[in-house]
């Protein structure tokens, strides 16, 4: 019934735009009366932590909010201490949250009582891609040549390294075992820079770095990346090494490993504030990604660049949260 | 050869006048940042990195970086004044950085910090600077276990030096282990000793911590003995810096040792915190003066100064050549580094040699101006001692409140950090020794984590340790110097007695 009167809203609102009245609509449309608090559920450093500071530096060089952004990291708990924030601050138009996987896996890994449904979806704003990546070194060319190798080998004697635990990295690990029928002893680490070095210093045997992470040492020949966990391949054809671009990397389901995993960068807000006030972010977010700084971080960090808001963007989020649940309880990490 | 033009080249992008004016306010700003507990470097460096970009990258770089050596400088200024320590690595310095204040001898302790400091992380930058392909790839052999073998000499390196009964000793650190533990597990995913309660999620931060012990706990003694700090004859006159150079240069052996641990320290990426409390270790060990420190030894301000601001600066290096961070700081200039464009990684250092060599060149003069600036402030700094207990006590408890509560933004931690003020309190009163809690607070869980990523990786074998020459040589030196007082005392005994009763007592 909500829903029906939410979406019966926009309606009214798009056809109110669309008549020609932007300039009345726009002068009583919600602001922001004070500064916005940007909660990074992660540390410092970080991808999510990236990407929020980089918004804060474009909205502020861009004018494109007349209160300032305050971005404050609330890492604890896997991020659980970030979004219980935002859950508990119920009605604040003030504060806004940066996701990464930790939204559906903290809670169902820890059983710290939060869900996406708590929140306000307000959009998203790219999707972080994984690589499968292999030492340059080893003789692995494909991801078929590197998992037959591994299932050749005894079980747990091939290293995957990871961030954290029971998250992201690990559960494609183990959907990596499940669809290659292979068993590997995963390692978990604080952080995806770490992983990467590891990986070049051999003392892992392959990462699901994201390609930021990874992408120094590909350039310089110390890492290989064997297939990308997306549906599509990476659209960007600029060449990173002399003979390759992130567009010549197949993707798994080609190499023969039947799955795909993306990373949501999304932003939510608390629950109960009205459709107006998440309006203002979703315009405002548009008009981030409109700019030149946006552009080129998407391009540096290779991401997939969909861009979903309203009831399109519930249904992904909903699905991703089926979808985590479902791999979750296959590999045991449920909480309860 | 190339390298030095190449840092002739860095100096010519540095030497503009808007260059110099971002270094100037970039130190003053990161003194201030150090000063106030708990807002730290890190933080200071995130606060400031979106107003930064919509500069040109290297003038950014140099502007942060410069907050972050005044940010290592300032940490020093409180740990000496107040017992109070800015910043992690700070720590350390407290030990006979305080006592020494309350002997009237802040100025000269302040001095010993200040150029301890600068000598640290002069041969940090001249590593850097020379060394910096070739200490790179050393970093790269540090696997789970080679960092379980670091921590672990940080450990031993300080167990056992305390002056009190070894059983207490044991005990505070046993706590400091209890305490580190609480909050997210990272091998498991799963929450450990929280109760269910949504205040321990993120378990005790250390700066929270120590704050509360040192900061608080010295001001309730303080109140106790009579509500005046020790030490407001100090003298004020900047003849104090040269007197104390002429001092200095005495320990030599002390600086050049502890810059190398610190260098080393900062490059495996082991951090600045482990550096200064294994330099304090083994300076305690090494000096003929070891029974006096945490008495007032102006060696035991130079040990681990020298140590931590040669790591602090040291692990900017794995930053730029390899994508990981030596420290929280470090970690927040990487996120910069890629929000302006620039992929840290072994390229960086031929795709944009703009950049790199201007930040090398903005390390030297960014030293030399911090030092020049830190340094005819330590008669004002000093005379802060003079200001009557009962204004500046309120003042401190305000900048700790803050600091507390600025570490994650949660009013919960004010009273967390009471909390500790009164433990650090019955832990004076009853002669527990605070530091082994520290260092277990600080450097348990990283501990606990890099042992439990080398189990995993060697299927629970304990040979990990021992499986190459450089982990099995930290190994076997760790566990020399856990019993080097055994040793000794052995030594001395076969040499023929007399002496040995006096070095077992100590």
């Known amino acids: 019934m909500r829903n029906l009167e939410r979406r019966a809203l926009i309606l009214v609102a798009t056809a109110a735009a669309s008549v020609g009245m932007a300039a009345e609509v726009n002068a009583q449309a919600w602001k922001p009366t004070k500064a916005v608090e940007f909660i990074i559920p992660a540390g410092t450093g970080g991808g999510a932590d990236q990407m929020a500071r980089l918004i804060q530096g474009i909205v502020a060089k861009n004018n494109l909010m007349a209160q300032p952004m305050v971005p404050v990291n609330k890492a604890g708990g896997a991020g659980a201490e970030g979004f219980l924030d935002v859950k508990q601050d119920r009605g604040n138009p003030h504060k806004i949250v940066i996701t990464l996987s930790n939204l559906f896996t903290t809670p169902l890994a820890t059983g710290v009582p939060f869900n996406w449904k708590d929140l306000t979806p307000v959009a998203m704003l790219a999707l972080d891609q994984f690589v499968l990546w292999v030492n340059a070194e080893t003789p692995y060319q494909t991801a078929r040549q590197y998992l037959d190798a591994v299932k050749a080998a005894p079980a747990n004697q091939f290293k995957m390294g990871g961030t954290g635990s029971k998250q992201e990295d690990q559960i494609i690990t183990v959907a990596i075992e499940k669809a290659a029928g292979v068993k590997f002893t995963y390692i978990p680490y604080a952080g995806g820079g770490a992983v990467a070095t590891q990986l070049v210093g051999k003392h892992v045997d392959s990462s699901v770095n994201n390609p930021i992470e990874a992408v120094a040492h590909w350039k310089s020949g110390a890492l290989r990346p064997l297939c990308v966990f997306d549906a599509q391949r990476i659209p960007y054809k600029e060449k990173i090494t002399a003979t390759q671009s992130w567009n010549d990397i197949p993707t798994c389901k080609e190499a023969g490993v039947n799955m795909d995993y993306v990373m949501l960068r999304g932003i939510f807000m608390s629950p109960g504030v009205t459709n107006e006030q998440s309006a203002f972010y979703v315009q405002l977010f548009q008009k981030v990604r409109e700019t030149a700084d946006w552009k080129s971080f998407m391009e540096t960090g290779a991401y997939n660049t969909t861009f979903m808001s309203g009831s399109d963007y519930r249904k992904w989020v909903e699905d991703a949260e089926k979808m985590h649940r479902d791999l979750m309880k296959d590999a045991g990490f449920l909480a309860n | 050869m190339e390298d030095l033009s190449a840092l002739l080249h860095g100096f010519g992008v540095v030497l503009t006048p808007y260059n110099l004016i971002l270094i100037f306010v970039g130190i003053i700003l990161g003194v201030i940042i150090g000063v106030l507990p708990g807002l730290g470097g890190a933080n200071g460096v995130a606060i400031l990195l979106p107003l930064t970009f919509t500069m040109p990258p290297a003038s950014a770089i140099i502007m942060l970086s410069c907050i972050y050596w005044g940010a290592l400088f300032g940490g020093a200024i409180t740990s000496i004044l107040f017992n109070i320590p800015g910043e992690p690595w700070s720590v350390a310095t407290t030990f006979d950085g305080h006592p020494m204040a309350q002997q009237g001898r802040a100025g000269e302790a302040l001095t010993a910090a200040f150029t301890s400091s600068f000598f640290g992380a002069f041969v940090a930058v001249i590593v850097i600077t020379f060394l910096a392909p070739l200490v790179a790839k050393f970093a790269l052999r540090f696997g789970p276990a080679e960092f379980f073998a670091v921590q672990f000499l940080a450990f031993c390196s300080f167990i056992g030096i305390g002056r009190g009964a070894a059983a207490k000793t044991l005990a505070a650190m046993m706590i400091g282990f209890a305490l580190a533990a609480v909050g997210l597990d990272t091998v498991t995913g799963r929450l450990r000793l929280t109760f269910g309660s949504m205040e321990l999620l993120r378990g005790f931060n250390f700066l929270i911590a120590v704050i509360g012990l040192f900061g608080i706990g010295e001001i309730l003694i303080t109140i106790e003995e009579g509500l005046a700090f020790k030490g407001r004859t100090a003298a004020l006159n900047i003849k104090i810096v040269l007197q104390t150079w002429k001092d200095l240069?005495?320990?030599?052996?002390?600086?050049?040792?502890?810059?190398?641990?610190?260098?080393?320290?900062?490059?495996?990426?082991?951090?600045?915190?482990?550096?200064?409390?294994?330099?304090?270790?083994?300076?305690?060990?090494?000096?003929?003066?070891?029974?006096?420190?945490?008495?007032?030894?102006?060696?035991?301000?130079?040990?681990?100064?020298?140590?931590?601001?040669?790591?602090?600066?040291?692990?900017?290096?794995?930053?730029?050549?390899?994508?990981?961070?030596?420290?929280?700081?470090?970690?927040?200039?990487?996120?910069?580094?890629l929000v302006w464009g620039l992929q840290p990684g072994p390229l960086l250092f031929v795709e944009q040699k703009d950049f790199v060599w201007g930040l090398i060149a903005s390390m030297y003069i960014g030293n030399i101006a911090g030092l020049i600036i830190v340094l005819t402030c330590v008669p004002w700094f000093a005379a802060i001692l003079r200001i009557p207990f009962s204004i500046i006590a309120p003042v401190i408890l305000v900048i700790c409140a803050v600091g507390a509560y600025t570490v994650n933004n949660a009013v919960i931690d004010i009273w967390v950090m009471m909390g500790f003020g009164v433990v650090g309190y019955v832990f004076r009163k009853l002669d527990y020794q605070l530091a082994p809690l520290v260092l277990a607070l600080v450097l348990g869980d990283q501990a606990e984590e890099s042992f439990r990523q080398a189990m995993l990786g060697s299927q629970g074998s304990l040979s990990a340790f021992w499986a190459n020459g450089l982990v099995g040589t930290i190994m076997t030196l760790s566990v020399i110097v856990l019993f080097w007082p055994a040793i000794s005392a052995l030594g001395a005994k076969l040499r023929g007695g007399g002496t040995a009763d006096r070095i077992a007592g100590d």
Request: glycine residues 14%; positive net charge.
């Open chain 2, 249 to 337: 240069t005495r320990y030599w052996a002390t600086s050049i040792r502890s810059a190398v641990i610190g260098c080393w320290m900062g490059i495996s990426p082991a951090g600045a915190t482990p550096a200064s409390f294994m330099s304090y270790g083994i300076a305690k060990r090494m000096s003929k003066r070891g029974a006096r420190f945490g008495t007032g030894e102006i060696e035991g301000v130079v040990a681990p100064e020298t140590a931590a601001h040669a790591a602090g600066t040291a692990a900017l290096l794995p930053m730029l050549t390899l994508g990981i961070p030596g420290s929280p700081t470090a970690a927040v200039l990487l996120g910069g580094l």
